[in-house]
Structures are given as C-alpha cells and as structure tokens.
C-alpha cells in the first residue's frame, strides 16, 4: 500500500478530533478543516473514495464521514444537532437583551454549541467582546442580570443555563497567549467555530484578523456569517438605550465605577478561581480579559486526539 497523502493525512487527523467529541463530519467541514493550503474539494472526496490506506480507517453513512467502528456517531449527530437547536433559539433571545447592556460590542457563541453538537444537559457558553476599560463594568451587568433571572449555570443545574464566563477587549483579540501547547489544536478549532450572533459594527472580522494565526492550521477555514434569522439583528431603540447606560460611565466616574466593579466581583467568586487566577489560561483576570474555566479540558482532549492519532498511523 502506498504511503499516505498529506490530505488522506490531514482527513483522518480531523476525523480523529472531533471524534472525540463524537461528532462525524461531512465533505465540505473536512474540506475546511484541511491543513493542506490549496487543496479543493474534489481532492477530498477524490481521497474518501479512492485512498485504500484512508478507506481501511474511515466510513461512511448518510453523506457523513467517521472512524471504522464509530457509526453510532451519525445519529448522535442528528440528535444533538436538535438539541442545540432550541439552546441556540435561547441564545439569541438573550443576546437580543444583553446586546443592550454598556459597553457589550460583540456575542457570539461559542464550544460545542457553535457546531450544533450540545448535550442535552449542557448549558449555552456565549462569548463577549467589550469596549476598551470597561469589561469589568460589563460583565457586571451581563452576569448580574442573568443571576437576577437565575440563568447562570450552577454545579447543580447546567442545562440550557447562559454561561457568560469569558469576555475580552480589543487589546486582547489576539489568543495566542492563551494556547497551552505551542500546537494548541482545541484554540484553534475553538476560534474558527466561534459564532457571532450580535456584532455592532464588524467586531467579529477585527477578532478573526487578529487571530489570523489559526490559519496555520486550518487554511480554509472560511469566516461564519449566520443567516440573518440566526443573528441579532442591528436596532436603533437598542443602540439608544446602551448608549443612555454609558453615558453614565463617562471619564473619572466611570473608571471609579470600573474599579468599584472589579473589587466586589472579585470578592464574589468563588475561592478556586481566585486560587486559579494567573497561574495558567485556565482563569485569567486583567483589564483586558476575563477567563473563568475552571474545568479547561483542552490538554486532556489534545492528549486523547495524539494518541489516537498516533494509533492510526497519522
């Protein structure tokens, strides 16, 4: 059998991944996650139909693609893909709201619920973006309001709850700080898939412009633009009343609010993450970025995506 291609390579490579979070793919997502520059479409399906040393490791149903053995992912799929449906419908009745609030300028969501792959029992991660010097003052408004409505997710209680846990500034758009391996193959992906379902003024093509670095490793993969009933749509009664809200926060007054915010979320959170906080990416708190995962399993999933990789010959 002749050695693989680097396409067959970089098929499989993909197919391993999100494997791992039991999810086949089709043609046109293996296409763009392709680490070959140049390759097309046809050169996929050319090495899906007709590479021996691929077709020993991979299969096929309903025009999805998955590892010898690994079929059930195929109706997981479709299942999921339901169930994120109406987590998806919630997250865009909420950023409709926060969209609202001072100093929000982009939402978008973002991990499993990006690629319609949600478990039943998972909550609805959204990702901010935030005016320059006010991200504390942001999240404050955001997280409180979701507290009031008891919408924020609790180690109890996660399903269909908005986990508002990671907002960012301009400053900050660049996450190559935030890669935990020199490959950090999650980041990547993670950035890629990100959905922005509210953008007031092309916030979502400055993000990807600074990321530009995932590239690297995905030169195909094209920016989302979700249909126009799959996002937030611009409104001038709302750009009014966040605009009222900020006027608050002008100059010297806002910056004590700001400090003042600071101060009593960080006495708020719980003693993990304050232990957390600076020792890793796992919780970042600075004035420009605020990262609270506790139970960041991106090591573990790029552990479990090497090994498997390297069990197959990739």
């Given at each position: 059998m002749a050695p693989p291609s680097e396409i067959a390579k970089s098929i499989l490579s993909?197919?391993?991944y999100f494997d791992v979070f039991e999810?086949?793919?089709t043609a046109m997502e293996l296409w763009r996650y392709c680490s070959v520059a140049g390759a097309q479409l046809t050169n996929i399906l050319d090495e899906l139909g007709h590479n021996d040393w691929?077709?020993?490791r991979v299969d096929q149903r309903w025009g999805m693609y998955f590892l010898r053995g690994r079929d059930h992912v195929v109706e997981l799929r479709m299942i999921r893909y339901?169930?994120?449906?109406?987590?998806y419908l919630k997250a865009l009745r909420f950023a409709n709201r926060l969209a609202a609030f001072p100093f929000i300028r982009m939402i978008a969501v973002c991990n499993s619920l990006a690629y319609s792959n949600s478990r039943s029992d998972g909550d609805?991660?959204?990702f901010f973006i935030t005016a320059p010097g006010r991200i504390w003052t942001a999240r404050w408004h955001v997280t409180g309001y979701l507290k009031v409505l008891g919408e924020r997710p609790t180690r109890q209680v996660t399903?269909?709850?908005i986990c508002a846990s990671f907002f960012i500034a301009p400053e900050a758009f660049d996450l190559r700080?935030?890669?935990i391996s020199q490959s950090d193959i999650y980041l990547a992906h993670w950035v890629k898939q990100i959905v922005p379902i509210y953008d007031s003024a092309d916030w979502y093509q400055k993000f990807m412009a600074a990321n530009a670095w995932a590239e690297e490793y995905f030169p195909h993969g094209y920016p989302?633009?979700?249909?126009l009933t799959r996002r937030v749509a611009s409104s001038r009664p709302r750009l009014a009343m966040q605009k009222t809200f900020e006027t608050v926060y002008r100059g010297a007054v806002g910056d004590a609010f700001e400090k003042m915010y600071e101060r009593i979320q960080r006495r708020l959170l719980p003693d993990e993450l304050r232990r957390l906080a600076g020792q890793d990416t796992r919780v970042v708190m600075t004035p420009t970025m605020l990262k609270f995962h506790e139970n960041d399993r991106r090591a573990m999933y790029q552990e479990r995506w090497l090994e498997r990789c390297k069990e197959l010959g990739v």
């Open positions: 993909e197919l391993v999810h086949p793919l691929l077709r020993a339901r169930e994120s449906e109406a987590k609805i991660d959204l399903r269909d709850k700080t935030m890669k989302i633009q979700p249909a």
